[in-house]
């Protein structure tokens, strides 16, 4: 099994929907949870950066953790064309190296 | 502006030669990292360096070497060690306990 589990899709939306974008993990020691956006050809770029269990929003977007489930996701409300992307979920433990998901590759058709 | 930068942006090797992908950092960052990104595979962590004259493998360090002489760079060598060195490598840097800054990629090709 490995350490995080990503749907790589892809996943095509119209234009306004609502995405949600998921991944589990199976260490229990993760405690840095964050999701990075990576356009084609380019660098990824950091979205969404959480601590600990719950939710935090950041304009359209919604991180969300339930460390009990090993369950992190990701909401994009009113989706736009530029949001079609790759995905990368990621997570760490205490000082230690990023452990990246697979990326979902995600369509916003207009 | 502070940033990380990556070059060259694309590199051509040929079969038994080796090479070097330049990271240079200006942000202050200790800690610094490359990994290989393959269709399908996500990130895969080749080497890390947390502070200046150390540095650990990661995942998959067979066939590459690193250095870090300066807290600003982190170059990577593919050498001819490496039997499947195609893909896109990524530095990245970061202060203890925050998110990575990205640079924006090498595309290595082996003719």
């Known amino acids: 099994q490995k350490e995080v589990e990503q749907d790589p899709g892809p996943l095509s939306v119209p234009e306004g929907a609502i995405v949600s974008l998921n991944c589990t993990y199976s260490?229990?020691?993760?405690?840095?949870f964050m999701w990075y956006r990576q356009y084609s050809r380019k660098g990824p770029e950091l979205l969404m950066y959480?601590?600990?269990?719950g939710n935090k929003e950041d304009g359209r977007f919604t991180a969300q953790v339930d460390k009990s489930s090993k369950y992190i996701s990701l909401f994009i409300r009113d989706s736009q064309p530029s949001d079609s992307a790759t995905y990368l979920c990621?997570?760490?433990?205490?000082?230690?190296?990023?452990?990246f998901g697979k990326g979902t590759r995600l369509s916003v058709i207009a | 502006d502070g940033g990380i930068t990556q070059s060259p942006k694309y590199l051509f090797r040929k079969e038994g030669q080796n090479v070097t992908l330049s990271c240079e950092q200006n942000?202050?960052?200790?800690?610094m990292y490359w990994y290989r990104q393959d269709p399908g595979q996500g990130l895969r962590l080749i080497y890390y360096?947390?502070?200046?004259?150390?540095?650990q493998k990661g995942d998959i360090a067979e066939g590459y070497s690193v250095s870090r002489e300066k807290k600003e760079s982190f170059p990577l060598t593919v050498t001819s060690a490496q039997k499947n060195p195609t893909a896109f490598y990524l530095c990245a840097s970061s202060k203890k306990g925050d998110g990575y800054t990205f640079g924006s990629g090498t595309r290595l090709t082996v003719v």
């Open positions: 360096s947390q502070i200046v004259n150390d540095f």
């Open positions: 260490n229990s020691a993760f405690q840095y």
């Open positions: 942000l202050n960052h200790d800690a």
């Open positions: 990621a997570m760490s433990e205490w000082n230690t190296p990023l452990v």
């Open positions: 959480t601590y600990s269990s």
